[in-house]
């Protein structure tokens, strides 16, 4: 089993760039594709980014998602950011028998 | 459109039992794994098991498992998640997520939730 650990909270300004992290405790990143979900305040979740970097079909290209082997993360950057992009953001993975969610990233665009 | 309809919010009490619902429409329901999310007030999401329609093949997560029940009725494209006995614990909102599989698994639509209150 292993965790996956991302920032409580980022904010940046409407424009900016902003990354979130989601850092594998065990194991390599590599190994399982990582996922990743926005939530908007009082909404269900919606998924941006599936196996590591392939963008969901509508979701708008400011949205890319990577790994890194060396800092063991997956990381999730939003580009020309935007007011409507303010949500919590979840990454997921799968550590063998169960599906693993990090505890999530609350972006502010302020 | 891939669809998934839940079951409106719940007021229960502790020791009742409750069976909620999540019905799918806009696909072939037998032919793709729906999971359920638990989301606590405030806090964040939790993968809780998923089942497979065309065969009732269901997966529990070792937190969930013995807690709650996954069902499914093909017949009306519908997946339940129920409790014989709710805690004020259960309070949450619980999501139903089509699991679409890529190079991976992962979820790609989600029912609206469904809002779990337990309270004497």
């Known amino acids: 089993n292993f965790m996956l650990t991302q920032p409580h909270s980022v904010s940046e300004s409407p424009g900016k760039t902003v990354t979130i992290s989601c850092t594998r405790s065990?194991?390599?990143?590599?190994?399982?594709?990582v996922h990743w979900y926005q939530q908007r305040p009082d909404s269900a979740p919606t998924t941006v980014i599936y196996?590591?970097?392939?963008?969901v079909s509508g979701v708008p290209g400011r949205f890319s998602g990577s790994i890194d082997s060396s800092s063991n993360s997956a990381s999730l950057t939003i580009s020309g950011l935007k007011t409507e992009d303010e949500a919590d953001y979840y990454c997921?993975?799968?550590?063998?028998?169960?599906?693993?969610f990090g505890g999530g990233t609350k972006l502010t665009v302020l | 459109e891939v669809q998934l309809v839940q079951s409106g919010a719940e007021v229960k009490k502790p020791g009742e039992s409750l069976k909620i619902s999540c019905k799918g429409s806009?696909?072939?329901?037998?032919?793709?794994?729906i999971g359920w999310v638990r989301q606590m007030p405030g806090k964040g999401l939790e993968w809780m098991g998923m089942?497979?329609?065309?065969?009732?093949?269901?997966r529990y997560s070792p937190s969930f498992q013995g807690q709650v029940t996954i069902s499914a009725d093909k017949s009306i494209a519908t997946a339940y998640l129920q409790w014989d006995s709710l805690r004020p614990s259960d309070i949450a909102v619980y999501y139903c997520?089509?699991?679409?599989?890529?190079?991976?698994?992962?979820?790609?639509?989600w029912g609206q939730g469904t809002l779990v209150t337990v309270s004497s």
């Open positions: 065990s194991g390599t990143i590599a190994s399982n594709y």
């Open positions: 196996d590591d970097v392939q963008r």
């Open positions: 806009g696909y072939r329901f037998t032919t793709y794994w």
């Open positions: 997921q993975s799968f550590d063998g028998t169960s599906w693993v």
């Open positions: 089942i497979y329609p065309g065969d009732s093949e269901t």
């Open positions: 997520a089509r699991v679409m599989v890529t190079a991976a698994n992962w979820f790609d639509s």
